[in-house]
């Protein structure tokens, strides 16, 4: 991972892990993420936000924005293979009222070249220990009306929609819905 020195974004070296064939190149570890994982979360955050509705901003985030991604969490983890970070995810208070404690909000993104390999479940079934251990009962999870996999995905491991905000959001010139998914721990 390197640092574009103009904006002081994360970006991925074309020789990246991230960036070659997506072999896995040892057993992928699942950890707490450290300051250290910084740049690694940032590089796979600013590829959503580059490419498609998974990230809802269009401009990469700088750096900084890694102390924003795990302020206020139960946990933030990190999927690592070889030392390369290839997913992370949080789990957080939905709101920060007493009223709703037991309910938690979901963050997570793999990088592509590592979905579809079970990884997504398994970071998700570890935040979901997170949140329970925190006193959390519920889940939820905001994803774009526009990205079909994640609706998908979510949906073939329990979660249902509890709501839609219908084109409250736009992105490269596009509305697109959010869809507010819950699934009972």
Known sequence: MMTDRTTGDAVLQRDHPLRASGRMTGEIVLRSATDADAAGVIGIFNHYAATGFAAYTEA????????????????????????????????RPMLPFPAFRRTCLLSYFVAPEYTGRGLGTRLLERLADDARTNGCTTLVANVSSRNGASLAFHAARGFTEAGRLRAVGAKFGEPFDLVWLQRDL
């Open 60 to 91: 990469p985030a700088p750096i900084g924005f890694y102390a924003a991604l795990r302020g206020g969490t139960y946990a933030f983890r990190v999927l690592e293979d070889g030392g390369a970070i290839v997913g992370f995810g949080s789990v």
